[in-house]
């Protein structure tokens, strides 16, 4: 605490003039009549309301006129959330348009006495460090924030010149940051192309040779369907299964494996082996037809009917070579053209697949290709890894300074700069 300016002691509740939760409104009339801030139109970033996305509703006027939102409010997120990303983050809302706030979030109008950009950094504070947390109780699918008695949670306020100042070097002082880990992020995409770029030269081996549909060289195999009401007859196994969320491009991920029961026979029909290349029914479209190849981590394992097993002809097609096939630039523009769209998501299927046609080259062949794309990825992976970690780097930086600043950590009249 700042030995200079005198901090006082307070709850969170006595910041705010009032506390008053969100509303919905009515499906749009037209255009609708004002926008509606939701917690995913959060900029996690900048702590700010995004206009991005905002959604139009339509709300009367007496309703409005209570829960209209004004620059210098923090909407509070009460309620979603997900085991990443929990409930209780605070955006500062400085648009110039006419809003209200869901009914999942909360409005906090701030007394005309504290400045609003030094509570946002306040209670995002709170929220980084874990306070937020206790006060997060889950329901089926969804985290619900107690809010009022997180607004009992007592805090240190410094003069209000003092916040005025915490809250000019912060803005200063994330703003660098941001920009720093902006330029990390472009480098992360740029890395991303490499890699793209990597595939397809190494393919550049295989171009002039015939291209032959996929069905004549593997088989598809459907997973078990996921049925509460399914009944499994005779005698039963409970074993592992892949879903669609374990499967991601270049690798499948067993931090969290499902198991499943079912009857031998089904287990059977369903049962992945060394070598399948595993590929997702649906998805988002630029991750569609991506094929993962499965090396045995877990068995027996099965998998969903959602991921679908390709199992090659070892003497004709390596894994390994078809799944850089579908990360090259003919597979992506294959699975991108003929998926199926809705509104958010693409899907597949086996017989889309099997009608993929791919160079075939001479087994020696697809194994230089493997061997060579391998390498050029790992030294980009390696390159990936040291920003990520720059990134990480930053992200607790950013963390640590705006903490120790609201904390009276900091002096300010000497922390610019380099001296943060």
Same mark, same amino acid.
């Given at each position: 605490?700042?030995?200079?300016?005198?901090?006082? =002691? *307070?709850?969170?509740?006595?910041?705010?003039?009032?506390?008053?939760?969100g509303?919905w409104?009515?499906?749009?009339?037209?255009?609708?009549?004002?926008?509606c801030a939701?917690?995913?139109?959060?900029?996690?970033?900048?702590?700010?309301?995004s206009s991005?996305?905002?959604?139009?509703?339509?709300?009367?006027?007496?309703?409005?006129r209570?829960?209209?939102?004004?620059?210098?409010?923090?909407?509070? =997120?009460?309620?979603?959330?997900s085991a990443?990303?929990?409930?209780?983050?605070?955006?500062?809302?400085? *648009?110039?348009?006419d809003?209200v706030?869901?009914?999942?979030?909360?409005? $906090?109008?701030v007394?005309?006495?504290?400045?609003?950009?030094?509570?946002?950094?306040?209670m995002n504070?709170?929220?980084?460090?874990?306070?937020?947390?206790?006060f997060?109780?889950q329901?089926?699918?969804i985290?619900n924030?107690?809010?009022?008695?997180?607004?009992?949670?007592?805090?240190?306020?410094?003069?209000?010149d003092?916040?005025?100042?915490?809250?000019? *070097?912060?803005?200063?002082?994330?703003?660098w940051?941001?920009?720093?880990?902006?330029?990390?992020?472009?480098?992360v995409?740029?890395?991303?192309e490499?890699?793209?770029?990597a595939?397809?030269d190494?393919?550049?081996?295989?171009?002039?040779?015939?291209?032959v549909?996929?069905?004549?060289?593997?088989?598809?195999?459907?997973g078990?369907?996921?049925?509460?009401?399914?009944?499994?007859?005779? =005698?039963v196994?409970?074993?592992?299964?892949?879903?669609v969320?374990?499967?991601q491009?270049g690798? @499948?991920?067993?931090s969290?494996?499902?198991?499943?029961?079912?009857?031998?026979?089904?287990?059977?029909?369903?049962? $992945?082996?060394?070598?399948d290349?595993?590929?997702?029914?649906g998805?988002?479209?630029?991750?569609?037809?991506?094929?993962?190849?499965?090396t045995?981590?877990?068995?027996?394992?099965?998998?969903?009917?959602?991921?679908?097993?390709?199992?090659?002809? $070892?003497?004709?097609?390596?894994?390994e070579y078809?799944?850089? *096939?579908?990360?090259a630039s003919?597979?992506?523009?294959?699975?991108?053209?003929?998926?199926?769209?809705?509104?958010?998501?693409?899907?597949?299927?086996?017989?889309?697949?099997?009608?993929?046609?791919?160079?075939?080259?001479?087994?020696?062949?697809?194994?230089i290709?493997?061997?060579?794309?391998?390498?050029?990825?790992?030294?980009?992976?390696?390159?990936?890894q040291?920003?990520?970690?720059?990134?990480?780097?930053?992200?607790?930086?950013?963390?640590?300074? @705006?903490?120790?600043? @609201?904390t009276?950590?900091?002096?300010?009249?000497?922390?610019?700069g380099?001296?943060?």
């Open positions: 605490m700042s030995q200079t300016v005198e901090w006082r =002691e *307070l709850r969170l509740k006595d910041l705010f003039s009032s506390v008053r939760n509303i409104g009515d499906d749009p009339q037209g255009d609708g009549n004002v926008f939701r917690g995913t139109d959060f900029d996690r970033g900048t702590n700010r309301i991005d996305k905002l959604p139009r509703r339509s709300v009367e006027a007496v309703a409005l209570v829960h209209r939102l004004k620059p210098g409010d923090l909407v509070l =997120e009460k309620s979603g959330g990443d990303q929990p409930v209780g983050s605070v955006a500062r809302f400085d *648009l110039e348009v809003a706030c869901s009914n999942f979030c909360a409005r $906090l109008q007394n005309s006495s504290v400045e609003s950009r030094f509570v946002c950094y306040l504070s709170l929220y980084s460090s874990g306070v937020t947390r206790r997060v109780k329901a089926t699918g985290q924030l107690d809010a009022e008695a997180l607004l009992t949670w007592r805090c240190f306020l410094p003069p209000p003092e916040q005025r100042r915490i809250a000019d *070097l912060l803005d200063a002082e994330t703003a940051i941001d920009q720093m880990m902006n330029r990390r992020d472009e480098q995409k740029a890395m991303a490499m890699v793209q770029s595939i397809d190494s393919l550049r081996r295989a171009s002039g040779y015939a291209r549909r996929l069905g004549y060289l593997v088989n598809v195999q459907t078990v369907t996921v049925d509460a009401n399914r009944s499994s007859g005779g =005698e196994v409970t074993v592992p299964y892949l879903r969320a374990n499967v491009a690798h @499948v991920d067993l969290k494996v499902t198991e499943i029961t079912v009857s031998r026979s089904v287990a059977a029909a369903s049962r $992945l082996k060394y070598g290349v595993l590929m997702t029914e998805g988002d479209l630029d991750k569609l037809g991506r094929g993962t190849v499965w045995g981590e877990i068995d027996p394992c099965l998998h969903q009917n959602h991921v679908f097993a390709v199992r090659p002809n $070892l003497t004709k097609l390596l894994p078809l799944s850089v *096939l579908t990360r003919i597979g992506r523009s294959y699975f991108e053209s003929t998926g199926s769209r809705t509104t958010n998501l693409a899907s597949t299927s086996s017989s889309k697949i099997r009608d993929f046609r791919v160079p075939l080259v001479q087994i020696d062949m697809q194994r290709i493997v061997e060579e794309v391998a390498e050029r990825i790992q030294a980009i992976d390696r390159l990936k040291a920003v990520d970690r720059q990134i990480e780097l930053l992200a607790e930086r950013r963390r640590a300074l @705006v903490t120790a600043a @609201v009276g950590q900091i002096d300010v009249a000497t922390a610019r380099g001296a943060v």
